[in-house]
């Protein structure tokens, strides 16, 4: 287990579910089917993680990767809650999914990202990813993604 100030990152479980999806739905304004985090936690439980506030148990934020073909990861889902934002837990949450798909030998993350979130397209390049494309249409509501990606060393 991880911590930071006011924070701790632990691995997904089955009984986070139900804060996950409303953080899902209040941050990114998606819907993602619930059965997705129950298979990611299942089959890549060290790249499920979450954040949590130790003293109320609240789920602050969460991150969803996989390990692709060959060396590459992909970050599949990541929130914060927005009242917990610019508190270290989106960097804690990234650095350490980061040191997990190092120690699967993934040496290139990538990721999507909304390319009207100019929150998050600074909070990735600061974070050392680079946009590498952009894919039309990515979102249900026709908005526009960027590819990021970072080399991991």
């Known amino acids: ?12 479980r089955p009984g986070d579910l139900v804060s996950v999806l409303k953080l899902v739905q209040r941050s990114l304004g998606e819907e993602i089917p619930y059965a997705f985090f129950l298979q990611m936690s299942t089959l890549r439980p060290d790249y499920s993680l979450i954040a949590r506030d130790p003293a109320t148990r ?24 927005p009242e917990a934002q610019g508190q270290g837990v989106g960097h804690a949450l990234l650095a350490r999914l980061q040191r ?3 120690l699967q030998d993934v040496r290139q993350v990538h990721l999507e990202v909304r390319a009207d979130n100019h929150r998050a397209i600074e909070f990735y390049r600061r974070h050392g990813f680079s946009v590498t494309g952009l894919q039309e249409a990515a979102y249900k509501d026709g908005a526009d ?3 990021m990606m970072k080399p991991l060393h």
């Open 145 to 147: 993604a960027y590819r």
């Open 1 to 12: 287990m991880f911590s930071g100030p006011g924070f701790v990152i632990e691995p997904f």
């Open 58 to 81: 609240a789920v602050l934020g969460f991150i969803v990767g996989t390990k692709e073909a060959g060396h590459e990861g992909r970050v599949l889902v990541f929130a914060v809650d």
């Open 100 to 102: 997990s798909m190092l």
